[in-house]
């Protein structure tokens, strides 16, 4: 949790390469989305072409590389994104602002880019998440898609547990998908 608080202070060209590494994980994984952060880093986020970018993702074996190529492309015009996410009052208005103006950003990307850059408030509500969430009566099945409003139901249910046992719902979130994976990526 301090690496991502840490990335919170870091400037606007890092956070814009951590929006594009949560563009990237979208149907797909957050292993393959570090490799190609580390492979561009945050200029090549900035500065290659869509045609470069196209090239770079489909190499390393990103399934959606058109696609993706084009949501960064398009990111840039949000390359000041830190100013941007720090002028809202709270991390809701943040989360449903990424929602709504981030082409490939949803309610889980848009959760994930705000813990990684130090919000604490939010939960990652991926397929891990939810398999436990059922495994252990939170919910009754997992939802085959989760628009903002069935997100934010969710996401309570794991506040409030986050609240009974003491810790914020970032920590929680990431300690269950720790719990369910065996590791911790970002």
């Known amino acids: 949790m301090r690496e991502f608080k840490n990335l919170g202070s870091e400037d606007n ?13 979208a149907n797909s994984t957050a292993k393959l989305g570090i490799k190609i952060q580390r492979e561009l880093g945050a200029d090549g986020f900035l500065t290659f072409s869509r045609m470069a970018l196209t090239r770079a993702l489909r190499k390393a074996g990103h399934r ?5 190529a084009q949501y960064i492309v398009e990111a840039r015009k949000f390359a000041d994104i830190k100013a ?10 943040a989360r449903d602002w990424l929602v709504k103006n ?11 880019f ?14 891990h998440i939810l398999s436990l969430m059922r495994e252990h009566g ?9 628009g903002m409003k069935k997100y934010l139901t969710i996401e309570s249910r794991l506040k409030e547990l986050a609240k009974r046992v003491g810790v914020s719902l970032g920590e929680l979130d990431l300690y269950l998908w720790y719990t369910k994976t065996g590791e911790v990526l970002k």
């Open 138 to 146: 939170l919910i009754c099945r997992t939802p085959r898609t989760l």
């Open 114 to 127: 705000l813990r990684n850059v130090g919000y604490d408030d939010v939960a990652i509500l991926d397929r």
């Open 84 to 93: 941007i996410i720090t002028r809202f009052e709270g991390t809701g208005q």
């Open 64 to 68: 959606f590389y058109n696609t993706r």
């Open 13 to 25: 060209k890092h956070w814009f390469s951590e929006l594009c590494f949560c563009i990237l994980t």
């Open 102 to 112: 981030v082409l490939g950003i949803g309610p889980k990307e848009a959760s994930h």
